[in-house]
Nanobody, 124 residues
Framework: QVQLVESGGGLVQPGGSLRLSCAAS????????MGWFRQAPGKEREFVAA????????YYAASVKGRFTISRDNAKNTVYLQMNVLRPEDTSVYYC?????????????????WGQGTQVTVSS
């Protein structure tokens, strides 16, 4: 059983930054691609960013490209999401997830294990 635990969320002013972390249990973390999604109240879960197993390849939603950076440290079983120049519309619960091999990286159905989420609120 894989467990994913997100942390690092909070309240930040527009233009500010936050770094989210997602710690994974188990010894197979480095074998899997990972992703971040977010979900605002009343909206569908939305793809944010993805990273392959080695960390060399990343992919972003258009809405966050250039502001967010996904990275991973396989020695620490952790994936990160650095969020800069935050906007009120970035307010959501953010989830990390493990991707099933060879599935489309921007679809929630391509991910099999999910964390419990961490709240990010961008407001003045």
């Amino acid at each position: 059983q894989v467990q994913l635990v997100e942390s690092g969320g909070g309240l930040v002013q527009p233009g500010g930054s936050l770094r989210l972390s997602c710690a994974a249990s188990g010894r197979t973390f480095s074998m899997y691609a990972m992703g971040w999604f977010r979900q605002a109240p009343g909206k569908e879960r939305e793809f944010v960013a993805a990273i392959n197993w080695s960390g060399r390849n990343t992919y972003y939603a258009a809405s966050v490209k250039g502001r967010f950076t996904i990275s991973r440290d396989n020695a620490k079983n952790t994936v990160y999401l650095q969020m800069n120049v935050l906007r009120p519309e970035d307010t959501s619960v953010y989830y990390c997830a493990r991707r099933i091999s060879n599935r489309e990286q921007d679809r929630a159905s391509s991910y099999d294990y999910w964390g419990q989420g961490t709240q990010v609120t961008v407001s003045s």
